[in-house]
């Protein structure tokens, strides 16, 4: 999964080396019960000796916020929105919104600065849906985004643009037999 050395051409008839470039992973779902395997996907390749960014936008908390990270081991941080609840409408005040939107800029900032290798950007399609990241900015920033990181993007009502350049999506389904 995570691939950022630059290895040798196995073609003998090329002497032009290759990197394979990091992927974009969708997990959604309408339901939420998949959170808890990308989680261990992250915590396991941070234990590995990788650095891992996990982002949570619509998840709030006491005196978090990128100025608080919690750090889970040497190589995961976890941030989350600086609220003391968690979003679940389009409709915010002005701090929250201010918030969110810090909490974004603030990804954007260190994704580009190359510092993490995986980073998990959770329910950021319902932060897109509601109106709150605007699609065109995510696009983009996945567009630039350094190419070695893989990013995960997760939550329910994903984007179809997104799902377009996405490398790999993993739709959870419930199946129930009567």
């Not at 998990?120 to 709150?132: A, K, P």
């Not at 983009?140 to 997104?162: C, E, N, W, Y």
């Amino acid at each position: 999964m995570l691939a950022q050395l630059e290895t040798p051409n196995l073609n003998s008839t090329l002497d032009v080396p290759y990197s394979v470039e990091g992927i974009i992973q969708v997990f959604t779902t309408y339901h939420r019960s998949f959170f808890t395997s990308v989680v261990a996907q992250a915590l396991r390749i941070a234990g590995q000796g990788t650095p891992v960014l996990v982002v949570q936008f619509l998840k709030g908390g006491i005196r978090q916020g990128q100025e608080n990270p919690i750090r889970l081991g040497q190589k995961l941080d976890w941030i989350r929105c600086d609220l003391p609840r968690c979003i679940d409408t389009p409709h915010l005040d002005e701090s929250e919104t201010k918030s969110l939107q810090k909490l974004w800029q603030y990804t954007q900032k260190v994704v580009c600065e190359g510092k993490y290798s995986l980073v998990v950007l959770d329910e950021l399609s319902l932060g897109i849906h509601f109106g709150l990241i605007a699609e065109t900015e995510v696009l983009a920033f996945l567009a630039k985004r350094p190419s070695h990181i893989d990013i995960v993007l997760t939550g329910s009502q994903m984007p179809k643009s997104i799902l377009e350049i996405a490398d790999q999506i993993t739709e959870i389904r419930r199946s129930y037999q009567p």
